[in-house]
């Protein structure tokens, strides 16, 4: 017998409370809209890793994006004591001007910045994908302009890759 007079630790009295409070805490949660789709925008090159790495760097400047961060996993793991982990990267960039648009425009999209593009290596390939800013929502300006970001990270990911 638990303190609280109940071999389970709870009162006898708050069991109904917490069945009630469980079934509400359920029908809430299936309340809650499902979260959106994200899609991304992926290729894979036979190019050198490094290349297309430091040809990535260049698109987010030529598109007038600042890197904001880059995290370099596989090398991390790696200055750990893992030799030969494979290499895995995240950069973030931001344009400043574009980020304002969007934040007046839906100010719930701070949820998808900074814009961010991942890499790694598998079955001797360059895989770099970025993740794209949903175009169908309830927002005729924001889809438009989802739009439009969207072809820029294209552009970004597939000048990375190029031979």
């Known amino acids: 017998m638990s303190r609280y007079g ?3 630790g709870w009162p006898k009295k708050n069991m109904g409370r917490f069945v009630v409070a469980s079934v509400l805490g359920f029908v809430g949660c299936a309340l ?3 979260r959106e789709y994200v899609q991304y925008y992926q290729v894979e090159t036979e190019k050198p890793y490094d290349d297309v790495l430091a040809e990535l760097e260049g698109a987010i400047a030529d598109n007038n994006f600042r890197i904001t961060g880059h995290s ?3 090398k991390v793991i790696r200055d750990r004591g893992v030799k030969g982990f494979p290499d895995y990267d ?3 960039f931001c344009n400043l001007t574009y980020a304002k648009t969007l934040l007046l425009v839906a100010p719930e999209t701070i949820r998808d910045m900074p814009c ?3 890499m790694y290596k598998k079955q001797g390939k360059t895989i770099i994908a970025t993740r ?4 169908d929502t309830n927002n005729k300006d924001l889809n438009q302009f989802s739009f439009k970001i ?4 294209k ?3 597939d000048v990375a890759v190029e031979e």
């Open 150 to 153: 969207n072809g820029i990270l």
């Open 116 to 118: 961010s593009v991942f």
């Open 6 to 8: 109940a071999s389970i």
């Open 90 to 92: 995240t950069v973030q």
């Open 132 to 135: 794209l800013l949903s175009t």
């Open 155 to 157: 552009q970004i990911v």
């Open 72 to 74: 370099r996993v596989g």
């Open 32 to 34: 809650i809209p499902q």
